[in-house]
């Protein structure tokens, strides 16, 4: 297995030296991919609406096209997030980027339900390939006198792509007469010159033994890390579940709650909610970790009622209120998680670490999501939301406790 990567590691060709971007650039290159992965994956999103109109596929099916992704993503993390432990970030996140611009060929020749699918299961292998070994390189790469920048980085990148994604094609289907080519084919050549780029980033893990095993199927937690990730998993679970319900049923919800059929509106709610996110980070970043994870926590319970309070007035300014709050709470609560784990982990755990707190992630990012998505039929639109929004508050009313106590006793402690 070693031998089919070589190619991609300075230390395997002692005859050749190869030219690597200057570390400054090729931090700002990895943090950039890490945004374009996110990007990619809330792009289709306001699409959605227009493919179900087109194709006529049932509000269910959306949300399955919608899940699909997110497992993908988790069965290839579950597999793959230690790859790049045993033969380097460089040629994992390659052949991600080439698997992404393939999946951005696919929607472009999709033209039903089967083919939006098929490309959406491909967009996970990738981005769940590239995740764990792309947040460890950016990690890596940070200017080591301010490593807790990468971590920073590392968390908002996914948080700000996501943002950008979902306005960005949000504005391309209202403003746009051909939203798809454009969005998906300029994509498609990103991906494609990013993969280019990647190969002259220098490498940060040095390749070991045990590459074939790390494919076995496994989730696993470096023993430093455990403690930590345990309090954490209901944090991961509140926040990423909150996106999947944006995702998946917002734009349904906009369209027969609100009345709003408006691609750059559904783009919009997605936008506030991790863009938002993507700066509350910075805001909160004197305080300690758990502090930001609790606050992060109790905004996501308040800004979860300003939503519920929004359907039963179908007020549209109450909702994009209670998605500014809840984005708070979304964008620093995630963040904190990552600033207190990826210190506790080594640079050959890393990989694995990133990979396990993806998959608590995507775990909950999709199966919520798709189990609304089927209850919609039975129980209609509106009360499916509601019931999805008050088990995400009562979630993150319990993470706001724990995070809190958490920091308690990091106090104590010093």
């Known amino acids: 297995m070693l031998d089919i990567f070589s190619r991609f590691h300075p230390t395997t060709r002692r005859s050749v030296t190869p030219w690597r971007l200057p570390s400054n650039l090729a931090f700002g290159l990895l943090a950039t991919v890490l945004f374009a992965f996110f990007f990619a994956a809330s792009a289709p999103s306001p699409l959605f609406v227009v493919f179900q109109h087109a194709w006529g596929f049932s509000s269910s099916m959306l949300t399955v096209a919608f899940a699909v992704y997110a497992l993908a993503l988790m069965l290839s993390l579950v597999v793959a997030g230690s790859l790049s432990d045993h033969i380097g970030r460089r040629p994992v996140v390659f052949a991600a980027l080439v698997l992404q611009a393939v999946a951005m060929g696919m929607f472009l020749l999709a033209r039903g339900i089967g083919g939006l699918i098929a490309a959406r299961i491909v967009q ?60 998906f084919g300029l994509m498609g050549l990103c991906f494609a010159l990013g993969a280019v780029l990647v190969l002259f980033v220098p490498e940060s893990v040095s390749p070991r033994a045990g590459a074939l095993a790390s494919l076995v199927p496994r ?36 369209l027969h709650v609100f009345e709003v059929d408006n691609g750059l509106v559904n783009g919009l709610a997605i936008a506030v909610l991790s863009g938002v996110g993507a700066v509350a980070p910075t805001l909160l970043g004197r305080l300690s970790p758990a ?64 990979a396990a707190i993806f998959v608590a992630s995507y775990l909950a990012f999709s199966l919520p999501a798709m189990v609304a998505g089927f209850l919609v039929a039975p129980f209609g639109l509106l009360a499916t939301v509601r019931g999805y929004a008050v088990l995400l508050l009562a979630l993150a009313v319990v993470g706001a406790m724990l995070q809190g106590a958490a920091g308690r006793d990091g106090r104590r402690s010093l």
């Open 291 to 354: 502090r930001i994870a609790a606050i992060g926590m109790a905004a996501i319970a308040l800004g979860l009622g300003l939503l519920l309070g929004a359907i039963g007035t179908r007020s549209l300014g109450l909702f994009f209120a209670g998605t500014a709050v809840a984005g708070i709470g979304f964008g620093a609560a995630f963040s904190a998680t990552i600033q207190t784990l990826a210190p506790l982990a080594q640079p050959g755990e890393r990989g694995e670490l990133f």
């Open 124 to 183: 996970g292998v990738a981005t769940g390939i590239a995740s764990g070994a792309l947040s460890a390189a950016v990690v890596e790469a940070a200017p080591a006198a301010r490593k807790r920048l990468g971590a920073l980085v590392g968390s908002v990148a996914p948080l700000a792509g996501l943002a950008v994604g979902a306005l960005a094609t949000g504005a391309a289907v209202r403003f746009g007469s051909q939203p798809v080519p454009w969005v």
């Open 219 to 254: 989730v696993s937690v470096p023993a430093a890390a455990r403690t930590a990730f345990v309090r954490a998993v209901p944090v991961l679970v509140t926040v990423w579940a909150l996106g999947g319900l944006f995702l998946s049923l917002v734009p349904s919800l906009l």
